[in-house]
């Protein structure tokens, strides 16, 4: 075997074992984004668990909220004559 076909196996070598090397170090940090996409998720199913009896309160909350809001513009409306007959 003459020396160009040996160094062209070496070089051929080193680019598969380089090859390789990116390949499984992009397997490694993919695998750690997959733990890390797994945590987020848990986290995220976690939170809206905990936000699920909160949601009728909230409407509770919304819907006394507009009373109060409907309340607050009646008293405007009646304050705003009174105010500008005084003013007159």
Do not use: Q
């Amino acid at each position: 075997m003459s020396t160009a076909a040996i160094a062209a196996l070496v070089v051929t070598g080193v680019l598969v074992a380089a090859l390789a090397f990116y390949l499984i170090w992009v397997v490694a940090i993919l695998r750690r984004l997959i733990d890390t996409l797994g945590k987020v998720l848990f986290g995220a199913g976690a939170i809206a668990h905990r936000l699920i009896p909160v949601e009728p309160v909230l409407t509770e909350i919304n819907t006394n909220l507009g009373a109060v809001g409907d309340a607050l513009e009646a008293l405007v409306d009646e304050i705003a004559p009174v105010e500008t007959s005084v003013a007159s």
